[in-house]
């Protein structure tokens, strides 16, 4: 029961300023380079005509069409029993688009190892995608999906990881071994680790995190690095994003020493939010362009305004920002990974980074994004974690159908009539659309959630497919995008010392995807539970701390994920679980149904203003007006779905 997002601080991305930079390598085990050459629509698998063997006399270069669907899907099945690896990926800042709009780009592969630049993230053999053709092509890339080496780790209580197959692409799970033990993929605590970093889609993800943003401030240029070998700090935020920066910045106007540990990156992520919100935070001038009201379409009926202004927020302005309160409140800064967060027997946190930098500290707190796994423990045996993915562009078009002053929220008319011949592309799909001018726009092609990532190049072919049912012609490209957010999933085990904050503990809206604006609202709040439990552990006169008898962090972890949000969090997952069982016929019905419910229970919803007892309100509402189609589905929902009685029990503690 949800609606979509464009704003997260996980894993996610932002239209903008073509960054600088070449393409990364990517490198498999020894085989000739890969030339491929470009189409007009979306990101194209390297299929086995496209490949030209340039090493092996018995094998000459193949030159066969590679237009058919099914020779790309058995392409990236080869690919991946190569055992393909990924590696790091940056997009290029500035490059001269086409006039066409078509992207030019080639892939090539090579020996090496490199490491992922997303907060500890480990990397290994991949494929590399650089710039092809000279200046006059923008940006854009192609990975096969990677064959993962595997690692022991001694089970503890997990079911078997499973495999799942999408386009022709191996997705191997581990598999329990005779010995007891779980085989997970190098670098990543488990295989929900994996999924929650970018899964199959990884080379993208790393892609958009790596882009280039030449506006905004270097970290290490304005915040004072942290001391070593000095008294230990009293927190230490690992991650830099828009919830790690706010975190430290609010924690350290409460007096605390505070650290900030992580990559130096700037923000790439699309960050739209409701205009009313950022006010409310003080951010008003950070966005940049604000269209009057919102629009939905969702079939040939008449499309329904929901009544609320929304903008698009800059993510140079957001960074400096949010930067600057880092730099007048005191907050340090160590550009590293870290490797592990280590409790010492004197109770202080040893927090391990690249070359051996240890950084005491009394507490640590994770905002490194979703995929935090080898830094936290999660719950077991909770909801499995889906997917949001989108792949988007920023356009100059000859003309599109959408009015200027109106943002497209979703536009799920069916326009697309040719069938693309990939189980993933089943899945409903929406345009979100930001207009700038009559000229100028931002397209995106969303799943709103799915249990297994839909392929980015499939919401690339969704996309032109539908810009080409539309009329709409590409007279230039600025900038692409590929966003990957993971919704639902467990929440952090409440009993560990180290805290989260932002998407490492799951604050993700499960039925929406927005994340920034209650990272930002909470931040207060939580620091100030952070600063009083840590003054009242300490002795005063003295750099001794005493250590409670309880779990000092239980304070914390209540203050953000009180009972009242465990209720609100049950209501969103199991609305989640319905939107996966739901074709393109239910969602409409679903959202049609939504929004006949009074005004201010949907604009509550969109706005995440409703309490848990609003929401029980809210599902009582929409039972009634409901179709009996949809009726019948949800009680069988409630009465099968395990989520439905997870919401039963969480509404029914005291």
């Not at 085989?31 to 491929?36: D, E, I, Q, S």
């Not at 923000?267 to 009313?276: I, P």
């Not at 536009?411 to 001018?437: G, N, V």
């Not at 996966?580 to 679903?590: P, S, V």
Request: charged content about 20%; hydrophobic content about 40%.
């Amino acid at each position: 029961m949800f609606l979509t997002r464009r704003e997260n601080d996980g894993v996610s991305t932002q239209p903008g300023t073509v960054p600088r930079g070449d393409f990364p390598t990517v490198q498999p085990p020894p085989m000739a380079p890969l030339h491929v050459s470009p189409r007009n629509l979306p990101l194209n698998h390297l299929s086995r005509n496209q490949r030209t063997r340039d090493n092996s006399p018995h094998h000459p270069a193949e030159t066969l069409s590679s237009n058919s669907p099914r020779t790309h899907a058995r392409s990236r099945r080869e690919a991946a029993a190569r055992g393909t690896r990924i590696a790091r990926h940056s997009v290029p800042a500035t490059s001269e688009p086409r006039a066409d709009g078509v992207s030019g780009w080639k892939a090539r592969t090579s020996r090496g190892k490199d490491r992922s630049r997303a907060s500890g993230r480990g990397g290994g053999r991949g494929m590399e995608c650089v710039v092809g053709g000279g200046a006059g092509r923008f940006a854009a890339a192609m990975a096969v999906a990677p064959r993962p080496r595997w690692r022991a780790r001694r089970a503890r209580g997990h079911a078997p990881f499973r495999r799942r197959r999408a386009c022709g692409v191996v997705r191997a799970g581990g598999a329990r071994s005779s010995d007891g033990c779980v085989a997970v993929r190098e670098g990543f605590a488990d295989e929900e680790d994996y999924v929650k970093a970018g899964g199959s889609e990884l080379c993208f993800v790393e892609m958009q995190q790596g882009k280039a943003m030449d506006h905004q401030s270097r970290i290490a240029d304005k915040l004072p690095p942290i001391s070593l070998g000095n008294d230990p700090l009293d927190l230490v935020v690992i991650g830099c994003g828009p919830a790690g920066l706010a975190l430290a910045a609010e924690s350290a106007k409460l007096g605390l020493t505070v650290g900030l540990i992580g990559p130096d990156l700037p923000f790439t992520n699309n960050y739209g939010v409701w205009e009313d919100e950022f006010k409310d935070l003080g951010l008003a001038k950070c966005i940049e362009h604000v269209w009057k009201d919102t629009i939905v379409y969702l079939d040939d009926s008449e499309p329904i305004l929901i009544g609320r202004a929304y903008g698009r927020v800059s993510r140079h302005l957001l960074h400096e920002k949010l930067l600057d309160r880092c730099v007048k409140s005191g907050v340090s800064f160590l550009s590293s990974k870290v490797e592990s967060i280590i409790e010492a027997v004197d109770g202080y946190s040893l927090v391990a980074c690249e070359h051996n930098v240890v950084i005491p500290c009394r507490l640590a707190t994770v905002a490194s994004g979703a995929a935090s796994g080898k830094l936290l423990q999660y719950e077991v045996g909770g909801p499995r974690v889906s997917v949001q993915t989108a792949y988007g562009v920023e356009v100059e078009v000859e003309n599109h159908p959408y009015d200027p002053n109106l943002m497209v929220f979703m536009d799920y008319r069916d326009y697309i009539k040719q069938e693309i011949p990939c189980s993933e592309a089943h899945s409903p799909t929406f345009l979100y659309a930001m207009p700038m001018s009559s000229t100028r726009i931002f397209f995106e092609e969303t799943c709103l959630a799915s249990k297994d990532a839909m392929p980015f190049d499939v919401l690339k072919e969704k996309l032109m497919l539908r810009l080409e049912a539309l009329g709409i012609r590409i007279t230039k490209t600025y900038e692409e995008e590929w966003s990957y957010i993971p919704v639902g999933g467990s929440l952090p085990n409440t009993e560990q010392k180290n805290l989260a904050y932002g998407a490492a503990a799951s604050m993700v809206h499960p039925a929406t995807g927005y994340s920034v604006v209650r990272s930002l609202s909470e931040a207060p709040n939580y620091a100030s539970a952070i600063a009083k439990i840590l003054k009242a552990g300490q002795v005063k006169g003295t750099h001794a701390y005493k250590r409670s008898n309880g779990n000092i962090s239980m304070q914390a972890w209540n203050t953000l994920w009180p009972l009242e949000r465990k209720r609100q969090r049950a209501f969103f997952l199991f609305g989640l679980a319905l939107i996966l069982q739901l074709d393109i016929e239910g969602i409409r019905t679903f959202f049609h149904t939504f929004f006949r419910l009074p005004r201010w229970m949907w604009q509550g919803f969109l706005g995440s203003t409703l309490s848990s007892a609003d929401l029980v309100l809210f599902a009582f509402y929409m039972f009634v007006i409901a179709p009996n189609d949809l009726r019948m589905g949800l009680i069988r929902h409630l009465l099968s779905d395990p989520t439905g009685a997870t919401m039963i029990r969480t509404y029914l503690t005291i």
